[in-house]
């Protein structure tokens, strides 16, 4: 079996014998393991499967334990919305979604949420050493010139970042991406040179070549790594290979898929939509059945929907 658009995947995922079969060879392989206590010698009902040890004696499906458990969407649907979810640059709203797939936008909406956890297990920890790593913020929130006038920071009294531009309470975001290869963002609740240091220190090799503007909190990187500098500040962009641009082009991707696709997103998700963005892009270069099932490999989290709304 092989599907190398929607299209096939949806004439080969006909039934769903058929995406249940093809999902427990991806989760379990020639080795069903029962989820509620590890043995590995469960038997086929007619409905899923019975564990055999005498202590457990359970009943389970290859969804228990996965983001599929406790929904009652087909299988097919499932893998359609991975489909389309994993293939749009810039996301896809649950209102789309809802209407592609004929479902409701509430389960759409969910749907995605669980997408989003899975997409969380594929983050890369570490990038590699020999690239040139480049590092950059942006701001994501709302602007100031939308809110009521009451609600707007009094420009009598900002409060001044430490690079001494206001604080418009938007929130940073920064990212680190490979020329050619993987991007990690993280939401970074300060400005502080100190939060972005240990970002940056957990997830590139020491002795690495970083580029970065010139803001502030990059100042420490000298200390672990070949650290250069563009000087945005005076408008140059492009120092030889000095710049941020691989970051920028991330950026504005991300900027037109937050905010194009999903409007406004609250602090409570944004982290999942960090991870979205950058897990999508990270597998920019897998056919859409390759991408598919690296994703399906850790698709063993569960998110349940009081979890998601509390
Ligand atoms: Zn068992």
Redesign the pocket.
């Known amino acids: 079996m092989e599907f190398k658009s929607l299209i096939q995947l949806l004439d080969y995922f006909q039934d769903e014998k058929t995406c249940i079969e093809y999902y427990e060879n991806i989760r379990w392989g020639k080795e069903p393991a029962?989820p509620?206590?590890?043995?590995l010698k469960?038997y086929k009902t007619n409905v899923g499967w019975k564990?055999s040890?005498s202590d457990?004696?359970?009943k389970f499906t290859v969804k228990v334990g996965t983001i599929f458990e406790n929904s009652k969407l087909p299988m097919r649907t499932w893998l359609a919305a991975i489909f389309l979810a994993t293939s749009h640059k810039k996301g896809i709203s649950s209102v789309q979604l809802a209407s592609d797939l004929g479902i409701t936008q509430k389960t759409a909406w969910f749907v995605l949420h669980r997408i989003r956890e899975m997409l969380k297990q594929n983050k890369p920890q570490l990038l590699e050493g020999d690239k040139v790593v480049e590092a950059d913020e942006t701001y994501v929130g709302a602007k100031e010139k939308n809110k009521h006038k009451s609600k707007r920071k009094s420009e009598d009294n900002p409060l001044l970042t430490n690079d001494g531009s206001i604080y418009r309470e938007k929130r940073v975001v920064l990212g680190l991406i490979e020329r050619s290869g993987k991007v990690i963002l993280k939401h970074v609740k300060s400005k502080e040179g100190e939060e972005i240091d240990d970002f940056i220190k957990s997830h590139v090799p020491k002795g690495s070549t970083i580029y970065t503007d010139e803001y502030g909190g990059y100042s420490r990187l000298k200390l672990h790594y070949s650290h250069e500098t563009i000087k945005h500040r005076v408008d140059i962009y492009v120092d030889g290979d000095i710049h941020t641009n691989t970051m920028e082009s991330f950026w504005s991707v991300f900027k037109r898929g937050l905010i194009g696709i999903y409007h406004q997103v609250s602090e409570k998700h944004l982290e999942r939509y960090l991870d979205e963005f950058s897990t999508r892009f990270n597998a920019r270069f897998l056919g859409h059945q390759d991408r598919i099932e690296t994703f399906l490999r850790v698709s063993e989290s569960y998110l349940s929907y009081k979890r998601l709304v509390a």
């Open positions: 029962c509620h206590c590890g043995s469960p564990c040890d457990c004696y359970k």
